[in-house]
């Protein structure tokens, strides 16, 4: 067996070492060009105390625009606007929202809502503590508790209804008597000689309104439709969502997201109340069985079922029957931007990982926690290229992080997925006993999971050590030639799951954010 494990640490070091080759001097040419809609609209701006200050359509001194007013958006109009600085909130709708993701917060997310100050936000919404994670695979389980050890005993996941949440975001942020939050519809961003000035929209009553800032942040989701004119997006939709919520039942473990790793795909149960549960369904690519016809009914009774804990059977067909059925497209996105003088993107609107995992609010409110700090020092935001330029740090500072939690997301999702390939198969039998071990084997992963410890290295560590267990299980106790071919092609097939997720996410600013130039960007002296 010792053979073995040095043989596969050996394989893995060499493909490692490959990667690095291939991505470090690789050129990533990038285009630095604006696509906005030009206004001739010039900048109104007046003298405050010695400063040059922007004024929004209404003539307010702004300081920040931000589009959008989700998690993200309503967050970091808090944030800003707890720093003094003096922000203009547009939302397409103030109405509570009605999604159905976007409803767990990761213990990690939950300790970057402390340190925004945000985490009474979680409380009046009936929110659920979550302290780990249920894993069913053909008829065995493991659980998984988040490493909460050495944290304050109010650290834990959390889970709820997105829109309680966000609405909670929302008021606490209006609050503030320099946060302006208005219902309107941003049509295009304003920009003059490459700069972005401010943004078009429609009010709430649909007059047409141009508004200004030193700084505009497109916060307007997943369905951004200001993206294009700041980032290369590519967006994949590796499956879809369908959303049941199950009443008056009982998980098998109480307080704890399940996971069923199902045919052909994961199966999510956590609870979002005291009295309802969340069910998604993961359905591979982008079309689903319909609803209208009862196709998804039939499809859910007959495939879905059979393969969810007895627990919670009777709960999901009754809830079936009911016909209350959504469904949501799973989109993945790396973060591509081009450096824009006055503009800049957050959120989901910039960066989006497959839902699996949980990590998306918990990398919305890291990057939050990093502009913060970025912008803290600055007294005046009007040179916007020289800003533009210390801002090209944000982009490397939240990478490791941020590519650490996205990487998991993709990696995992392709592990759990069911296929009829014997080395995929074995990848997947290897990940569920890897993590039933306990100790290290599980505390490591879990830490990732959970946002406690996102270092991209622990996640390549891990990642390995369980192709290299499943290599170890097929030599044992006697290695053939046709176990030893799979073994090769399950390290081939591991290798060929996460690195082109971390050559998208960025191999160099992922590992070593320290040799980028603007990760040493000092703030600016105007």
């Known amino acids: 067996m010792e053979e073995h494990y040095v043989l596969g640490l050996i394989l893995a070091s060499l493909l490692g070492f490959l990667l690095v080759y291939a991505l470090f001097f690789k050129k990533n040419d990038r285009r630095y060009s604006v696509e906005a809609v030009k206004s001739n609209t010039a900048t109104t701006t007046t003298a405050i105390n010695g400063e040059c200050r922007s004024r929004n359509g209404a003539g307010d001194d702004v300081d920040v625009i931000i589009v959008g007013a989700g998690v993200a958006g309503a967050a970091l109009a808090h944030t800003l606007g707890k720093d003094g600085r003096r922000v203009h909130v547009i939302e397409r709708d103030l109405t509570e929202p009605d999604r159905i993701v976007g409803e767990l917060l990761q213990p990690g997310g939950y300790l970057k809502l402390i340190e925004l100050g945000l985490e009474d936000c979680v409380e009046?919404?009936?929110?659920?503590?979550?302290?780990?994670?249920?894993?069913?695979?053909?008829?065995?389980?493991?659980?998984?508790?988040?490493?909460?050890?050495?944290?304050?005993?109010?650290?834990?996941?959390?889970?709820?209804?997105?829109?309680?949440?966000?609405?909670?975001?929302?008021?606490?942020?209006?609050?503030?008597?320099?946060?302006?939050?208005?219902?309107?519809?941003?049509?295009?961003?304003?920009?003059?000689?490459?700069?972005?000035?401010?943004?078009?929209?429609?009010?709430?009553?649909?007059?047409?309104?141009?508004?200004?800032?030193?700084?505009?942040i497109?916060?307007?989701?997943?369905?951004?439709?200001?993206?294009?004119?700041?980032?290369?997006?590519?967006?994949?939709?590796?499956?879809?969502?369908?959303?049941?919520?199950?009443?008056?039942?009982?998980?098998?473990?109480?307080?704890h997201g399940h996971v069923i790793l199902a045919d052909p795909s994961p199966i999510l149960f956590y609870p979002i109340s005291s009295t309802e549960i969340r069910c998604l369904v993961d359905v591979p690519g982008q079309k689903v069985p319909s609803i209208s016809n009862g196709e998804m009914a039939t499809y859910l009774k007959t495939v879905v079922a059979p393969q969810i804990p007895p627990e919670l059977h009777d709960a999901f067909i009754a809830t079936v029957e009911k016909g209350n059925i959504r469904t949501m497209s799973n989109r993945s996105m790396p973060a591509a931007p081009h450096p824009t003088p006055g503009a800049l993107l957050m959120g989901d609107a910039f960066n989006m990982r497959h839902p699996l995992t949980g990590g998306g609010m918990t990398v919305a409110l890291s990057d939050i926690v990093v502009l913060r700090n970025l912008l803290r020092p600055l007294r005046d935001m009007n040179d916007a290229s020289t800003l533009c330029k210390y801002l090209e740090s944000f982009y490397t500072l939240r990478k490791p992080v941020a590519s650490t939690i996205n990487t998991l997301a993709g990696a995992l999702y392709k592990v759990f997925c069911a296929s009829p390939d014997q080395a995929r198969k074995e990848m997947r039998e290897a990940c569920f006993d890897y993590l039933s071990l306990g100790g290290f084997c599980s505390e490591g992963p879990v830490s990732l999971l959970s946002g406690l410890n996102p270092r991209p290295l622990s996640l390549v560590v891990h990642f390995f050590a369980v192709a290299i267990f499943g290599v170890g299980r097929l030599l044992l106790p006697f290695p053939s030639p046709k176990r030893m071919w799979i073994g090769a092609r399950l390290i081939s097939s591991a290798s060929g799951i996460i690195f082109p997720i971390i050559k998208a996410e960025g191999f160099r600013q992922m590992f070593f954010p320290a040799t980028v130039p603007a990760y040493y960007r000092a703030p600016p002296v105007w």
């Open 124 to 216: 009046e919404i009936d929110a659920q503590r979550v302290f780990g994670y249920a894993l069913f695979k053909d008829g065995k389980n493991t659980r998984l508790s988040y490493p909460l050890e050495k944290f304050h005993s109010d650290v834990s996941g959390r889970s709820f209804h997105n829109g309680r949440f966000i609405q909670r975001m929302r008021e606490k942020a209006a609050t503030l008597p320099n946060v302006q939050m208005e219902q309107g519809t941003v049509t295009s961003l304003l920009e003059e000689n490459g700069t972005i000035k401010g943004v078009q929209y429609k009010t709430k009553t649909g007059e047409e309104m141009n508004a200004y800032a030193p700084l505009t």
């Open 218 to 255: 497109v916060c307007d989701g997943c369905f951004s439709n200001l993206r294009r004119n700041l980032c290369s997006p590519k967006v994949d939709v590796p499956s879809c969502f369908v959303g049941l919520v199950l009443e008056n039942c009982k998980l098998p473990h109480a307080n």
